[in-house]
């Protein structure tokens, strides 16, 4: 180190408790000889496995029926067969294409969808909040709003499909991002104007890290609302908003 360097300052006790507040990683941890201290080891098996868990448990039950979403699936048949084959997790059947065209609001302004993801714990922790904020924004900026749907073994992709069975002008997919050690809760809204399959990821738009020590529901809501409103206005999403 040169003189014209910085060097911390050895006198500052509470450097190392700014950093930690400052940041949710895994700083400071210590060892305990060779090895890290046993609550480290203890909080780490901890955090992974809750990230196993977000990946591989399923969306409650309790939690669709009370966002009140119509529930249809991809073309995934099981959980191993999700993590396996992400493109069966993009597209629907021919069967649930129909049913969408029978059961759902034709051509509405908005559809609103929500996935698993890779994180059921982000549904079930953000969908309660986000989903009735974001319905009555968009409402109350005189959008009509399409039949609100859950899709079990969804990847990003399938609002494609589904935005192009229903023809939708503006398509919302709210799904759980893949969890880290920090989080589990962590959810994405992918965002497409003019959906359709094949749209290439450059034309989609997205609003991530909602979730409670993130961007809290309620806000991701409203900024969700006014990015729909300029992606109306501009006929666009991704690259092609101004």
């Not at 109350?140 to 969804?154: A, D, K």
């Not at 409670?212 to 609302?225: C, F, K, N, T, Y």
């Amino acid at each position: 180190m040169t003189d014209s360097e910085p060097r911390a300052d050895d006198d500052d006790e509470t450097a190392l408790d700014r950093i930690l507040n400052a940041s949710p990683s895994r700083l400071g941890v210590g060892r305990s000889g060779r090895r890290p201290r046993t609550a480290s080891i203890l909080s780490f098996r901890a955090d992974h496995a809750r990230a196993r868990d977000a990946v591989l448990t399923r969306v409650s039950e309790e939690t669709i029926e009370r966002a009140g979403l119509h529930k249809i699936t991809s073309r995934v048949s099981d959980q191993d067969e999700y993590l396996a084959r992400p493109d069966l997790g993009r597209e629907i059947s021919d069967a649930t294409a129909t049913q969408l065209r029978d059961d759902c609001i034709h051509a509405p302004d908005v559809q609103l969808i929500v996935c698993d993801g890779l994180s059921s714990t982000a549904v079930d922790a953000n969908i309660g909040d986000l989903l009735p904020i974001l319905t009555d924004g968009l409402e109350e900026r005189g959008f009509t709003v399409g039949t609100p749907l859950f899709v079990e073994f969804g990847r990003v992709d399938v609002m494609d499909a589904i935005g192009e069975e229903l023809e939708a002008e503006v398509i919302v997919n709210l799904i759980g991002e893949r969890p880290g050690l920090n989080t589990a809760k962590s959810l994405s809204a992918y965002l497409v104007y003019g959906p359709e399959r094949g749209k290439p990821t450059a034309k989609k738009s997205v609003i991530s890290n909602i979730h409670p020590d993130g961007l809290p529901a309620i806000e991701a809501g409203a900024q969700i609302v006014e990015l729909v409103a300029t992606m109306h206005d501009q006929q666009g999403s991704g690259l092609d908003l101004e």
